[in-house]
């Protein structure tokens, strides 16, 4: 499975090979395929295009679409985009974060729950949103956290 | 090229077109704050302490990467201007874990000074400061994000000058710093420690690892026997820490001021260059005379450049020469030779040495550098010329009253001045030449200069007949340099024999332990031609002037280590590498 990844990915850097500022668009693929950018994928690019392995961190650390981690099973997206966060997203995304303890962009230790931040998913009207794994929560409060949680964790 | 005419402040110069403001404001005699801009390895303008008014421009422009146009009329001290610097200061200044009481860049920080002459409040914004760990891990550096500017300068030594790049600047506004991949310490990265980020970084956020308290300690013991020995490239560079130019020889004055801390003897490494010439000379020629052999043969004197290779290129380790740097060459000769000689056991001597260099507190701790044997290290503290400053300062000696004509102790304190030129880029390689060319002839030469392997240039090479063989040499200083002479000995292109690698650009005089030069006077000067120059100076009127000349020398040979290469000097003199894994 990973040898295939692997190989796929070895074809990603041979066609990048003469493009201009082919890094992010290295790091973009890899995480297409990988899921998320592990230490051994950074290197891999790094050696590839001769550029400092610090520098392609540096670049998964400037951009949050990039991920770090191995997604957990379950993906908890809350919406920061500016009609969310005025309507409280902010505090969702927090008590997410007390109730799982991880910061948004990280994955529990017990490899279940990701949690990120997104920007706004075009539903404003419902705001403030989250999806877990893609299913989408409108209107959510403080309190919602606990019954989606809840469904999850007996699930 | 094209000049421009323009003035600043109302003085007009005359510049080459494409030169920048900053460079024309010091021509016609003004200053310019910098704190991201370092000459000829930092641009990024990103910190904007070097804003100036152009007539006519309402915005105020970085005079670091504005170049000169035809009729300007920059003006870099009107109140506007000072008044941007100054917010500009004061809000580097919230940020920041201000410290100045205890931190060892006090008096020769760019941003206390700078603070200073814009009369900062320092407390003038409050708000929100990071709080980083500072990264303690290795034996040679520490970082302290605390005091980090964000200016970069490291991040250019780290990734362009020395190809390592094991640091850069990550996440982004209020939490950006300057880290290593996946927060990993500087222990847990390939980084060489060569300390060149210390030496450009405008802070306290970056310093070598203190060792002068465990200095303390062995000369506070009263069982040990406590020797010192000084790198080729300390006495250069001393001086600037108790005021003297870039480029003075206090040579005597350093060797008196480590007697008056209570060193028992004084020694010069410059004589275990000697040996390590001998050692490193007789090598060569017998790879030559192998059909066998690897070549080309390369120096290993340099402890972060070994450390480089060992990372970069294991497959191509047969390539370095087996002998020790002169370092442990030295601590291995005191702690058998002169052990004996003495009549104490090698644990009761401590071998303390002052280097420019950070990695030397790396080296001193590598497998196979016990002589004596296992559990006797043949160094035990190595502090660098910053530190030596450090600990003159803190003993109250007064550097200026010092005698400048001390002398090293005898019998075996004295090398010549092929060990000196070490301290400089080519300087192995020259003293080499002058060896085995009277070595492999049996004649004596009658010009021993080998100038092609002199100045700051990154890489330079030659051809030289010996004994009607042509030899191909080449001498590399800077990691960018040797990573490229390396890919060429990979891709099997090298048409050397043998190299000489420096990690530091310019050589030991330009080393990460070395006093530190701010981005002003950097402007103004070359640092390692200039401490250079002390080097070969003192070279070109010196008597002895060959390793192969120097009595003690002769010595060592006649009474222990029998003859270069020999079994006795293999296990004292010579060691062994390791593949060491990136991450
Ligand atoms: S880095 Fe400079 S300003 Fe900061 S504490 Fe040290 S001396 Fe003071
Ligand atoms: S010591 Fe040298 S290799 Fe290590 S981080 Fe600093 S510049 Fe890079
Ligand atoms: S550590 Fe020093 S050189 Fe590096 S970015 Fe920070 S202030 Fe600049
Ligand atoms: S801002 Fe959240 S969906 Fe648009
Ligand atoms: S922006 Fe010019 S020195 Fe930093």
């Known amino acids: 499975m990973t040898e295939e990844k692997d190989k796929q990915f070895g074809e990603v850097l041979e066609s990048l090979k003469d493009v201009p500022g082919p890094v992010m668009m290295a790091m973009q693929k890899a995480q297409e395929i990988y899921g998320y950018l592990p230490i051994e994928v950074q290197l891999r690019i790094a050696d590839y295009f001769g550029v400092p392995l610090a520098t392609v961190y540096g670049i998964a650390t400037f951009y949050s679409q990039f991920r770090l981690e191995q997604p957990g099973q379950i993906k908890i997206a809350v919406c920061l985009g500016t009609a969310c966060y005025v309507k409280g997203s902010g505090g969702v995304i927090e008590k997410f974060g007390r109730m799982l303890g991880v910061e948004p962009g990280h994955t529990t230790p017990d490899g279940r729950f990701t949690l990120e931040a997104t920007r706004c998913i075009g539903c404003c009207g419902l705001a403030p949103v989250l999806t877990v794994n893609g299913e989408v929560y409108g209107k959510v409060t403080e309190d919602s956290v606990d019954e989606i949680m809840a469904k999850y964790n007996n699930a | ?583």
């Open chain 2, 1 to 583: 090229m094209k000049n421009i005419n323009l003035t600043v402040n109302g003085v007009p110069v005359t510049v080459p077109e494409g030169t920048r403001i900053l460079d024309a404001a010091i021509k016609a005699g003004f200053k310019v704050p910098t704190l991201c801009y370092m000459k000829d390895l930092c641009n990024e303008s990103s910190c904007r302490v070097c804003v100036v008014e152009i007539k006519g421009n309402r915005k105020l422009m970085t005079a670091c990467s504005t170049v000169v146009s035809e009729g300007m009329e920059v003006l870099t001290n009107t109140p506007k201007v000072r008044a941007s610097r100054k917010i500009t200061l004061e809000l580097m200044l919230s940020n920041h874990h201000k410290e100045c009481l205890s931190c060892v860049r006090s008096g020769n920080c760019e941003l206390q000074t700078l603070a200073n002459e814009y009369g900062c409040d320092a407390e003038k914004y409050e708000g929100a400061m990071n709080s980083y760990d500072v990264d303690d891990a290795t034996e040679y550096l520490v970082r302290d994000n605390n005091k980090c500017i964000l200016c970069r300068r490291c991040v250019a030594a780290c990734n362009k000058v020395q190809t390592v790049g094991v640091i850069d600047a990550g996440n982004r506004g209020f939490a950006t710093r300057i880290a290593s991949p996946f927060e990993k310490d500087l222990g847990g990265v390939p980084c060489v420690a060569c300390g060149q980020c210390i030496n450009v970084c405008p802070t306290g956020a970056l310093r070598e690892k203190d060792s002068i308290k465990a200095v303390e300690k062995l000369l506070a013991d009263p069982e040990k026997t406590v020797i010192v020995g000084t790198a080729p490239s300390v006495r250069a560079a001393l001086g600037e820490e108790f005021g003297y130019p870039i480029g003075t020889d206090t040579e005597g004055r350093m060797v008196a001021a480590l007697k008056a801390i209570g060193f028992d003897k004084v020694f010069d490494v410059d004589m275990a260059a000697d040996m390590t010439i001998m050692e490193e000379g007789t090598e060569f020629i017998s790879r030559l005379n192998d059909k066998n052999a690897v070549l080309p043969m390369i120096t290993s004197c340099s402890a972060g450049w070994v450390r480089f290779i060992e990372f970069n290129y294991p497959e191509l380790l047969p390539h370095l020469s087996t002998c020790k740097s002169p370092q442990q060459m030295f601590g291995a000769i005191m702690k058998t030779y002169y052990a004996k000689k003495i009549g104490v056991a090698p644990e009761n001597i401590a071998v303390v040495t002052v280097m420019p260099c950070i990695a030397k507190k790396f080296e001193k701790l590598r497998d196979d550098e016990c002589a004596a044997g296992a559990g006797i290290p043949d160094i035990d503290e190595s502090i660098t010329t910053r530190e030596l400053a450090r600990m003159i300062k803190n003993y109250g000696i007064n550097f200026n009253a010092l005698d400048p004509k001390t002398e090293f102790d005898n019998p075996i304190g004295k090398g010549s001045t092929a060990g000196l030129i070490f301290g400089a880029t080519g300087g192995v390689m020259e003293a080499a030449l002058r060896t085995v060319a009277e070595t492999v002839t049996g004649e004596t030469l009658e010009n021993i200069d080998f100038k092609a392997t002199r100045g700051t240039k990154g890489i330079k090479e030659a051809t030289i007949t010996l004994a009607g063989k042509q030899i191909n040499i080449c001498v590399a200083s800077g990691l960018a340099n040797a990573r490229k002479i390396m890919d060429d000995i990979k891709a099997g292109k090298s048409k050397y024999h043998f190299i000489e690698i420096m990690a530091c650009p310019g050589g030991c005089v330009n080393g990460g332990g070395q006093p530190i030069v701010s981005s002003e006077k950097r402007n103004l000067v070359d640092v390692a031609k200039t401490r250079a120059g002390v080097l070969y100076k003192k070279d070109k009127k010196d008597a002895l002037r060959k390793s192969h000349d120097n009595p003690v020398v002769n010595t060592l040979y006649g009474d222990y280590f029998e003859k270069p290469n020999s079994h006795v000097a293999h296990k004292t003199l010579h060691t062994s590498y390791v593949k060491r894994n990136r991450y």
